[in-house]
């Protein structure tokens, strides 16, 4: 229905979103160019996985999303596996494991520059329901912060294998530490089973304050963006990631919120 210029919807720029997304893609390229075959064994933070796996990752996916078949394949007794997701997204790096990794770079290069066109052609129609993984659906809005925070995510993995600086000067590493704080406020409360509150302050932006339950002690956590972002998504072993932070306060309430600080699959 026709609505006057003043009634209508604004429009949604979804430029931004997908210039993170391009901007990850060139600079995971970027470093798996210098990378030799014996770097691309490395192992990363997420079981499993090598430096190319990774990639492999990366590229599995977003030719899924690109409008490629799935690659539904028979795995081995992987013990990293653990359940449908993690076989869905294993499947997509068997297939390439006996690849050169310069062969996975080649490919990702090649897929970058579809996957951009094909984002940008979705967001001139304003913000279309757009396939996602294993048969879901949503708004392009939505699937665009996932696929930057998520891309993003894995481009840290291989950085930190290979010995090189987390990236979190630009866009995506701003966006990565603003969804890890909000998630951690959207989830806590409802995850940690004791009474009591959290003082968190990352980057030093100020604190927050997460409640549990009813009154109780109190805890305090402090931490740069990079290690939020390493607890958030379950990099490593969240005791020794906290080696990097400072955390006072109640040890009880302190055990019971750390098991809880990874929220992605």
Excluded at 34 to 49: A, I, K, N
Excluded at 78 to 93: K, P, S, T, W
Excluded at 146 to 168: C, K, N, P, S
């Amino acid at each position: 229905m026709w609505q006057h210029p003043e009634m209508a919807e604004p429009a949604v720029d979804h430029e931004p979103s997908i210039g993170v997304i391009e901007d990850v893609f060139d600079l995971t390229v970027a470093v798996g160019r210098v990378l030799s075959d014996e770097q691309g064994e490395l192992r990363t933070d997420c079981p499993g996985w090598t430096v190319k796996d990774q990639f492999a990752h990366i590229v599995g996916l977003e030719q899924v999303l690109v409008g490629s078949p799935h690659s539904d394949v028979e795995l081995p007794d992987l013990d990293h596996i653990m359940n449908d997701v993690g076989r869905y997204m294993e499947q997509q790096v068997h297939v390439r494991r006996q690849l050169p990794l310069q062969a996975v770079v080649d490919e990702l290069a090649g897929l970058a520059p579809r996957r951009i066109a094909q984002l940008r052609s979705q967001a001139a129609e304003g913000d279309p329901e757009v396939a996602g993984l294993m048969g879901t659906r949503r708004p392009l809005s939505a699937g665009l912060g996932i696929r930057g925070f998520d891309l993003w995510t894995h481009e840290q993995d291989i950085r930190r294998a290979v010995g090189l600086d987390a990236r979190m000067d630009c866009r995506a590493g701003q966006q990565a530490v603003e969804r890890t704080v909000g998630a951690w406020m959207a989830m806590l409360p409802d995850r940690v089973e004791a009474n009591g509150s959290m003082m968190l302050d990352v980057d030093g932006k100020g604190p927050v304050v997460i409640t549990f339950g009813g009154e109780g002690s109190s805890i305090s956590l402090t931490m740069s963006g990079e290690v939020a972002t390493r607890l958030g998504c379950g990099r490593g072993h969240p005791t020794a990631v906290l080696t990097e932070a400072q955390m006072s306060g109640d040890p009880d309430l302190i055990a019971a919120v750390v098991p809880h600080l990874a929220f992605t699959p």
